[in-house]
Structure formats: structure tokens, C-alpha cells
């Protein structure tokens, strides 16, 4: 997700889902769960080689849409990750050994994919615990944050499904961190389109899914 706020008024300025796992690499999708079933060394092994193969797919993802945009004129300033409520994760052994700790661990895998992309393209990297993103925005917005909720609600209309909750809380997210920013970079550094030229990246998988 991409967005720009001009004036008080959102607009999405690219959306689209993005595959950071190789097509037909046994237990790519669900990296942890096809570790469980190898002996430590070979778990981390594979691990270690999915990771890198998704950092790449996710840097060439992001790179394309920045691309894409700095071509539409947009300058992107920053980009946003959706954090789950968890408690920070265990050795590996211990994953592993835990249903509910692999699940964890594989919504972590994901975004450390895209935190790593967005670095390796020298975007800063904000983190929201999604619990927490409601009151994040009330805090950035004050008033207004009723209108930018608003305003995101109701973006679907116009824009086509999918717009669900990842994608309004991966908006929401943006929003936030673009205005965090605009709020220290002068006027005169936003090119000129009849829009405000900051914008926020946001990647959909940061939300830790395949």
C-alpha cells in the first residue's frame, strides 16, 4: 500500500500483493512447519536459505514500486510494518517444539523479509504493534483521526475489492508515518504535481503473509 495525503484528503497511489516466496520450493510458504519435521542443523539451514530468497524477492518488489512512483513524481519517505502482540520469539529449538510458537515465528519471518528490503533501499522502517495502531492515529491526527478513519473505510468504494482489514490497517499505518514526516520536511522539498509529493510505503506482506 501506498498512499498520499493531500490536504486533509487520502488517496492510494499503488496497491498490490506481493509473492516473496519461489514458486515450488517445498515448504516455502510455511517455512517453520517444514522445519519441524528436520533434524537443527538442516532446520536452520533452510531456514537460513528460504529467508534469503525471500529478502530478494521482497527488496526487487519494493524497489519496483518505488520506482514506479518516483516515475509518477512521488517521493517516497518512508515505509511502515505491522507488528504482531507477541512476546519476542525463542531459540530455534524451541520453536520448533511449539505449534503455536511456528505460526508465530513464520507472521515474523515475513515481515523481517520486507523490514530488510525497505533498509537495503534506504527506506526508515517504522514499526506499529497493530493493537496499537488505533491509538497511534488518534495521537498523530487528533481531531481528524475520526476523518482519516473515515476516509479509509470508505476508500473501497471507489478503489475495488480487496479492501479488507490488512489493507486498511496497512493504509492507516502509512498515514501515520507520512505525517510524522511531513512534519519536518520543508515545503519547498515536495515536487510539484497538484498533490503533496510525500508518501508512505507500506508493504501488504509485512502483515506476515506469503
Not at 110 to 138: H, I, M, P, W, Y
Not at 180 to 200: C, D, F, H, L, Y
Request: some cysteine; glycine content about 8%; hydrophobic content about 40%.
Amino acid at each position: 500500500m501506498a498512499v498520499s495525503n493531500s490536504a486533509g484528503t487520502v488517496e492510494v497511489i499503488a496497491r498490490r500483493r506481493v509473492a516473496v516466496t519461489t514458486p515450488g520450493t517445498p515448504g516455502a510458504n510455511q517455512p517453520y512447519h517444514f522445519a519441524e519435521n528436520l533434524e537443527l542443523p538442516e532446520a536452520e539451514t533452510f531456514l537460513g536459505n528460504c529467508f534469503a530468497a525471500s529478502k530478494r524477492l521482497a527488496f526487487e518488489a519494493v524497489r519496483d514500486v518505488v520506482g514506479e512512483l518516483h516515475g509518477r513524481q512521488y517521493r517516497v519517505v518512508g515505509s511502515a510494518i505491522l507488528l504482531a502482540s507477541g512476546r519476542p520469539l525463542p531459540p530455534l529449538s524451541k520453536i520448533l517444539a511449539s505449534h503455536a510458537l511456528i505460526h508465530a515465528a513464520e507472521g515474523e519471518f515475513f515481515r523481517e523479509a520486507f523490514l530488510k528490503a525497505c533498509e537495503g533501499l534506504d527506506l526508515s522502517v517504522t514499526g506499529f504493534r497493530e493493537r496499537n495502531l488505533e491509538k497511534c492515529v488518534q495521537t498523530t491526527f487528533g481531531k481528524a483521526a475520526t476523518r482519516m478513519w473515515q476516509q479509509i473505510s470508505t476508500l473501497g468504494r471507489s478503489l475495488g475489492p480487496p479492501w479488507t482489514k490488512d489493507q486498511k490497517t496497512a493504509a492507516l499505518a502509512a498515514l501515520v508515518v507520512l505525517a510524522n514526516k511531513q512534519k519536518v520536511i520543508p515545503a519547498n522539498s515536495r515536487t510539484e504535481k497538484g498533490s503533496t509529493s510525500e508518501k508512505k510505503l507500506r508493504p501488504f506482506s509485512s502483515l506476515g503473509k506469503p
